[in-house]
Every structure is written in structure tokens, then in C-alpha cells.
């Protein structure tokens, strides 16, 4: 079926057609015919994006993929989760948290580059932010513009890119001569940067196993590869707390000094009194779906027990009391759409 097919499709659907504009409504339909539904909710709707809430990570990128095919490429992004557990001394994947910045930045930068459906499992939907993270801006890079290599090489350091000695991983780059190998965050290859002095000569692809250029680019946005970068306000924060929560000092200080290192995302929920999720940043043209809420509620649920049970069995390892209550990671279910006007 063609998308053009799908507003007359609608028309003889008036249960679906009774839901547009209302504040509330509850809409039963099979599952196989879902990302259908969502499909000709964001053709025939006027409200732009709509936020798909689904159980499950399977669940949300089968649903990205479906709707590909009703509304064309890049009009569904996954909203993804992190994979690792809170207070896990791992970080996300790189790829996560590229896809995740990319997303939030396509929310709030205007219609030309905001997708028409944000599907997102629900631990993506409950997960708070980092700060700042809606202040995230990609790197754009084209052939012919001025582009120190100095400034280049120091915005991908401190956004958590990696130096190389070659360029093979997400996240990496590597410098040699007036050339900047760069695996963007959310990339499916790597680029090089081939510098003429300070103008960007060339922009290619390249291949990992050989390292010989492809294909010529007229474009790159290069994201951030951590959701938590080291500002002035985090690093302020982190300082405070090696007074006020010495068992976790050697954390603070590390943060405090503007240390990237592996899994300093687990200690988010200590540095921001901004617990905003995904909601939060949705603009004021939204809609937000919620697909199978009971399910999703318990999942939820869940989640948040798991976190306290971790909590109160560190709580012990760091002999800080079993009554301590830690920040938490995860926002209950029922508080996501208070402080919204989202139909």
C-alpha cells in the first residue's frame, strides 16, 4: 500500500478518524495492524511528532522498521535505551547515546528535521536526561568551509571521541598530517577530513578493513558519543559531592577534574535536579500514543524496583545505611504525563 492510499483508506474508518483532536481517547486495534494505524494517524493528523510508547525494545524497532515502509525513510526514529544497569561502572553503548542526542536534537530543531513518529520502548520513555542534553548541537562538516583542525580535533575530545592511532570503532578518530579520521557516534562508516590548510579540501568515506576512501560526501553531522560530558555546572556538582558524599569520592573527583571514563553515566541521577524525560522535550504540537498501558505500567513498575533493590544492596557496600534513599534513573510511569497539555 502506497501512503497516498492511506487518507482515502481512512475515511471509512471512523472509530480512527473520532480520536483526531480530542484530549483523550483509547483506540483498540490489533497488533498487526498498528504501525497501520500509526501510519495514517501521522498522515491524516496535523500533530507533528507523535510519540509511540511501546513495551519493549524488540517491539519498538519492529515498529520503526514497519512504518518505514508506510512513511519512508526517516520518517520513524527509535528512541533507543541505554542497556546498561543503574550504577552499572559500564557506559552505554556509544551508538545508544549518539541515537538518543540525535533524536533530541531532531525534536527541537524544527520541522525540517523533526520525524514524524519518535518510537520508544519503555525504558527509554521513563529514563531521566542528562543536563544540557537538549543543548546538544551536531558538528556539520561539508567540502570548500573553513574548519580549523585544531578547534575539529578538540570538539571531538571533548565530546567524548576517543584518539586512534587508526580509526576502527564508533567513537574514534585519528589524526595524521592535515587528514581527520572520524567513526561518528550514530554512523554506519567512517569519514576523513582532508584538510587544505584551514579548508575542508575533501569529505569521503572510507572503508575499515582497508582504510581507502569510497565515496565523496556533501555532507556530515558528527554527534556526541556521551550523554554526560563534563560541563562547568556538572563539574561544579561533582565537587560539592566530594564533601557531602564522601563514599563515592573517587567518582567525584574524576567528574570534578572533567574526566571522561567508563560508565560515568551511572552517576546522572547525583548530578542534575532536572528529572526530565523524553516527555518533557516533546514540543507543544506533540501527540503521545501509549501502546498496551497496563503492560507498559508494570514494566515500569519493575524497573523501578529493580533500581531500589540495587541501591539498597550498594547502599550496604559503600556502608552509607540500609535506610538511604539514592537519585533515581527512572521516573514513575504515572508521573510522565502530569505536567504535560499532550493529547
Known sequence: MALTDLPALLRDEPALLGVLGRSAAVLAVPEPARPLTIAGL???????????????????????????????PDAAELFPA????????????IETMGRRLRTIWRLRSGAATTPQVVVAPVRALVQRLGPHVDETEPLTVRPGEQRDQGALVAWLGEHGYRREGQVEHRGEFAVRGSIVDVFGSTADVPIRIDLWGDEVDRLTAFSVSDQRSTDDLECVELFP?????????????????????????????????GQLFDGMESWLPWLTDEHRTIVDLLPPESLALVVEPRRMRDRAADLLAEEADLASALARTWEVGDDRTFPQLHAEFGELFTATDLP
Do not use: K, M, Y
Not at 509511540?52 to 522498521?65: C, D, F, G, I, W
Not at 541505554?82 to 553503548?93: C, I, K, Q, Y
Not at 556521551?226 to 567525584?252: C, F, H, I, K, Y
Open 82 to 93: 541505554w542497556e546498561t544497569l543503574p550504577f552499572e561502572r559500564v557506559s552505554p553503548n
Open 225 to 257: 558519543c556521551r550523554e554526560l560530558l563534563p560541563t562547568d555546572d556538572v563539574r561544579e556538582r561533582a565537587g560539592a559531592l566530594v564533601g557531602s558524599e564522601p563514599w563515592g569520592r573517587e567518582q567525584w573527583e574524576r567528574l570534578a577534574d
Open 42 to 72: 501521522a498522515t491524516v493528523g496535523s500533530r507533528r511528532p507523535i510519540l509511540v510508547a511501546v513495551p519493549t525494545t524488540a517491539e519498538a524497532e519492529r515498529l520503526v522498521h514497519d512504518l518505514e515502509t508506510f512513511l519512508g
